[in-house]
Nanobody, 123 residues
Framework: QVQLVESGGGLVQAGGSLRLSCAASGLTFSTYAMGWFRQAPGKERELLAAINWSDGTTDYADSVKGRFTISRDNAKNTVYLQMNSLKPEDTAVYYC????????????????WGKGTLVTVSS
């Protein structure tokens, strides 16, 4: 059974930082591209960052480029999202997800999803 479990969310003041983690099990993690998404109340789900499985290629949404960094540790079956310079508009539930290739992540065609972790940024 595949599981993706996010952690690291919480309440932070504007300008602060958080690091989200997503621990994967039940799949060959090193062969999956990974993505971080978020969904704020009343808004559509948004792809924030993606990382390839083979060469570590990364993609970022314009809204987070320069502030967020995605990384992975295949030995620990974990993908991370370092979030800096957080803004109130970053408040959302953050999800990690896995897909067979980074092109699928960009299309939102994910094979597996986590249940999400809430990030709240106060002004």
């Amino acid at each position: 059974q595949v599981q993706l479990v996010e952690s690291g969310g919480g309440l932070v003041q504007a300008g602060g930082s958080l690091r989200l983690s997503c621990a994967a099990s039940g799949l060959t993690f090193s062969t999956y591209a990974m993505g971080w998404f978020r969904q704020a109340p009343g808004k559509e789900r948004e792809l924030l960052a993606a990382i390839n499985w083979s060469d570590g290629t990364t993609d970022y949404a314009d809204s987070v480029k320069g502030r967020f960094t995605i990384s992975r540790d295949n030995a620990k079956n974990t993908v991370y999202l370092q979030m800096n310079s957080l803004k109130p508009e970053d408040t959302a539930v953050y999800y990690c997800a896995a897909a067979g290739a980074i092109v699928l992540v960009r299309m939102g065609r994910m094979d597996y999803w986590g249940k999400g972790t809430l990030v709240t940024v106060s002004s």
